[in-house]
């Protein structure tokens, strides 16, 4: 019997409702059914998108630091309230909740891992 392994820096798995596992390219939004987990090593603000909000309206996900430093910001939930910030490093996570924005910024170049669904996913570009 023939094994194949996944680089998870290169493609996503998605956990489907009946339990499958499917591999395919990584995609962070889109009418896809089911979870994905998805990892990747990033340099740069650029590379998380520091200046876009993201929302998962359909479920939690899971923020993971594999390795390196991070600081996730969370919109607040009354107008007027400050924006929260959560500092995570290696092995910690962050459960985001449903509907939360978010956003990331890195202390240093990391290694990350969501895992949530990404069915109607919504970005929003920050605003001064």
């Not at 990892?39 to 740069?44: D, R």
């Not at 590379?47 to 996730?72: I, K, N």
């Not at 995570?88 to 924005?101: E, F, N």
Request: net charge negative.
């Amino acid at each position: 019997m023939e094994f194949d392994t996944i680089n998870l820096f290169d493609r996503g798995v998605r956990i489907l409702p009946d339990g499958r596992l499917l591999t395919e390219e990584r995609r962070m939004q889109g009418d896809m059914e089911g979870w994905t987990v998805a990892t990747f090593h990033v340099e740069t603000d650029a590379d998380v998108h520091s200046d876009t909000w993201e929302m998962h309206p359909t479920g939690d996900e899971l923020v993971t630091v594999l390795t390196g430093s991070v600081r996730m910001y969370l919109k607040p939930e009354t107008d007027g309230a400050p924006t929260n910030l959560v500092r995570l490093t290696a092995g910690h996570a962050y459960v985001v909740p449903r509907g939360r924005w978010h956003r990331l910024e890195l202390d240093e170049p990391s290694d990350l891992m969501s895992i949530g669904p990404r069915r109607g996913t919504q970005l929003q570009h920050c605003t001064a």
